[in-house]
Every structure is written in C-alpha cells, then in structure tokens.
C-alpha cells in the first residue's frame, strides 16, 4: 500500500503543478487552477471567518472533510503537495532518515497554531497564510520555483538556438522567454529553507508539529471509520514506531494516534509478523485522544488574540504607505486584507508583471498580499486575468468596462524630479504613454510644463514605469482617489464623483482648465 501511496502522492503533486503552471488563457480550460485551495477546508473556515463571508468554494471543501471523517488525515499522506515537497526535499537533502519516533513532545503545536489562527480570523485578521500549507506552498512554487523554470528554460533555448537555426526550426530561433522577477522571492525562499532545515530534527517536521490544516484534519480524523488493529501475533520489535514517518505509533502499546496518523500504511509494509492491519472493522490499535492540554489551549487562543490585536493595529488605514496600490477589483482595505489567501496566483498570472507581493512595509497583516509596483510596469488595461483567477474573491472579477473604473489611484508628478520641472528640458513620455490623456502640458510661469488630470487618471502606471529619471520616478501613482468597492457599479461610482475616463481624446484647450484641477 505505501508504494501505492507513492504513485498518489506524484501524481497529484504533477498535477498542483501542472494546474499552477498552465498558460494563463487556459488556466480555466479544464480544472480551476486553486483547486488545491479550494479542497482546503482550512482556507475555506478561516477565509469565510476573516471575511465576513461564505466562501463559494465550501463543496469542494466539504470533500475533504467527508473523505477525512472516513478514512483519517490521508489527504496529508496521500494528496497534500506540501507533504510530498517535503518528502522529495528530506530525500535529496538528508538522504538517510532521522528516526521519527524522536521529538513527539512539540506534535501539540499544530493544535496551538490552529487554535491562533482561528481566534485572530475572528478579530477578522488573516494570518492563516503563513503556515496553512496549501497556500504556502502554492506561493512559495510561484515566487521561487516558477523563476527558476523559466530561467533554466531560457538558458536551453539559448544554448539551442544556434542548432535551431542549422536545422531552421524558426519556432525556436525567435522564442525570446522572459524569465519574471518577484519581490520577496528571497524571503519565501527563506521560509521554505526554514521548513526543511527542520526536518534535520525529525522527518517531516512541519507537517506532524506546525501545520495547521494537519492539525484541523487530525481532530476531524478522530471519527474516522477506517483504523488500525494489532494482533496477538505482534512480537514487540517495535519496527513500527520507528517507521512511522509522522510519529503517530505509542511505544509498548503500538496504538496510533489517530490524530497523527496520516495511513501512509508503512507500519502495515513493514511489520515482520504482518500482525498490523487496516480495516472499517475493529479499531482496537489506536488512540483518539488530541495533544492538547487545556492550558495549552488557553496559551494558544491568548496568543491567537494578542496576534490579532497587533493585526488590527498594522492593519489600520493611517499604517498603510500612500504608495501601496491594489490590484483592480480589490475589495475596501480591511476586507481585502482578510479575504486575500497570499497564494501568489494573481502575481503569477499578470502579463506585465505589475502585481507583486507585498512586503512588510504595512505589519504582519499585509505581508505576501498582492501590491502593484508600477516602476516595473503599468496595469494592461485590456487584462482582467487577475479578477478570475482569484480564489478568495479578495479582488473581484469584473469586465473590462467595470475594470477602466476600477480607478487604482492617481498619478502625481514630484517637480523635483520631473525633467521638465527641474532640468528645463523637453520630454512627453508620460504624456504619450498615457492611455487616457489624463497628461496634458499647460503653460505655467511662462513655461510649458506636464500636469495630471485627475478625473481623466484610471492609477493605471504607465506613466511611472516609462519615466525616463533614474531611479524613483518622478511621477508617481498613489492610493489617492482609489475606488474600492464590495459590491456595485465601479462606473457609476466613479461617474458619481466626476471621473470621465471615457473622454480619452486630447484637451481642446488645457489652459482653460482652472489650476485646482491638476496635480
């Protein structure tokens, strides 16, 4: 059965990864590229709490439950791509195994680590996304490894090209690739460094001792039908316990803990006298009970709440950095804060690039949420890719005409910097560039200088990634202005408040347009 196991666990993690690597205009063809989140039952309870919300997503969800309250944790043991990153990881880099029966007093932590996320969802802060494992790994796959593939990629077209144009197979000759560049690549890189240096203390550390979808799973696995039974053919070797791979085996009684076993079926394979069996029978071999002490638990949730409370903090409006821009459709702050899974999805789809993941410049609760960086490129505004493929619904799916109000924020011009302002010399880049013509250049101290229009900016970029100044741009966009909605008409929103985005033919005559008008 574990060999079995083995086969399961590569095929569903090519399949996470070939779900997560899809051509974007495809991403939606044939399986929803989160369905790894959405069979997330953890994603879903703490997204929908944090949210305010009912996850749409909670039947797919509720699979895993039902498979978990039948047959134990075995989506950890046999369909979690975490797991099997793991187990790949620990066999390339610690090629002979620790002994897992070593280290089970920290098993109680995933309980604790749970019990947090849970009371800081309730405060309506979100910070499951740094342990739950779906999530996690999703964007530790886009930020570090998909670069990675790409530039590999790019180094053999290269080396093959000259071959390619011997044989004059064109397709190859001018296949340029473009390998992304991520924010934070080195610290996702770090966390995932971090999860397998701790699997130098026993195998599978984070899953058996962190995870807090493991140890959700683990409670619902208490009611499980399928368990294990240890005849009177048993010869106490103790073979068991040493091979259980989560540490789940008691010593002298041979139990599991049903809580930790994740039915890998390796005690089954491996015990001489075959006297371990799985079956929907007896039950006689394992242990319900859950590591979790009362005052544990109490520690946890003060814990949970002291996380949360710091959330709200970081989280509040007047911390937020006037240059932090949300993607299109993003929900109000506070809600989008909650809703967003930090799964990199969005950051991985983008065409320009433009969506990065956040850093710590906003506190714990913002950190891996999905910002724009528009000196590295403008929003496309014929792209809305990133609405669709948003598994949380943190930013909302909208049609291009809903898009072009979606206003992001307005572009402001530091003088200082400006060319045109400070050095007296002739430049129309953020002018031509600028798909609405929110740019006009109007006479100001006998001087013809570039100023913003406001009501005719969308906060779409282009202007500051085109700007030709070294370094920080002298035009910049700023969350001002933004129009953020959870529900309703972005249009009507924005032609509410004055915004004309729809006029995007020049200005007959800037100098008749009063001087408040412009930035």
Known sequence: MSKIRRVSQIVFLLLFCALLFQPNINYR??????????????????????????????????????LT?????????WFCPMGTTIDLAELAVYRRKKNPAQNKNWQWLKYAVLTGVIVS??????????????PLLTRIYTVVLYPILVSGADLLVKGFRPVAEKLKIQSLEYLQLEPPFFRQ???????????????????RFFCRNLCPLGGLLGILSRFSILGKTVSKSCNNCSICERVCPTGAVEAESWKDQEAECIKCFVCQDRCPTEAIKYSFGKKTGRDPAIDLSRRKFFVAGALGLGAGLAGRQSGDL??????????????PELEFLARCSRCGECVKVCPTRVIQPQGLEQGLSGAFS??????????????????EICPTKALRELDLEEKKYA??????????????????????????????NAIVFKTINNKRVPVVIPSRCNGCGWCENVCPVIGESAIRVSAAGEIRLREGSYKEEAQSKGIDLAATDQLDNPEKVPDNEFK
């Not at 369905?35 to 699979?63: C, H, K, M, Q």
């Not at 309730?122 to 499951?128: E, V």
């Not at 690549?185 to 195998?203: E, K, Y």
């Not at 007047?318 to 929900?331: E, F, I, Q, S, T």
């Open 370 to 387: 999905a910002r724009l960086v528009m000196r590295l490129a403008g929003c496309d505004q014929q792209c809305r890719i990133c609405g």
């Open 69 to 77: 309250l039948l047959l134990g944790r075995v989506f950890c043991g």
């Open 121 to 134: 969802a309730l405060l309506g802060i979100n910070l499951w996304h740094y342990l739950d494992p779906i």
């Open 407 to 436: 206003k992001l924020g307005t572009a402001e011009l530091d003088q200082d910097r400006c060319l045109v302002y400070a050095w007296d010399k002739i430049c129309l880049i953020c002018d031509e560039i600028c798909p609405y």
């Open 29 to 66: 063809r044939y399986l929803h590229t989160d369905l790894f989140l959405e069979l997330d039952p953890l994603a879903t309870i703490l997204a929908s709490i944090s949210g305010r919300v009912l996850a749409e997503w909670i039947a797919l969800s509720a699979v895993t439950i039902l």
């Open 318 to 331: 007047k911390n937020r950095p006037a240059d932090l821009v949300r993607p299109p459709g993003a929900l």
């Open 185 to 203: 690549i080195f610290l996702t890189l770090g966390i995932f460094i971090g999860i397998i240096g701790l699997s130098a203390i026993a195998p």
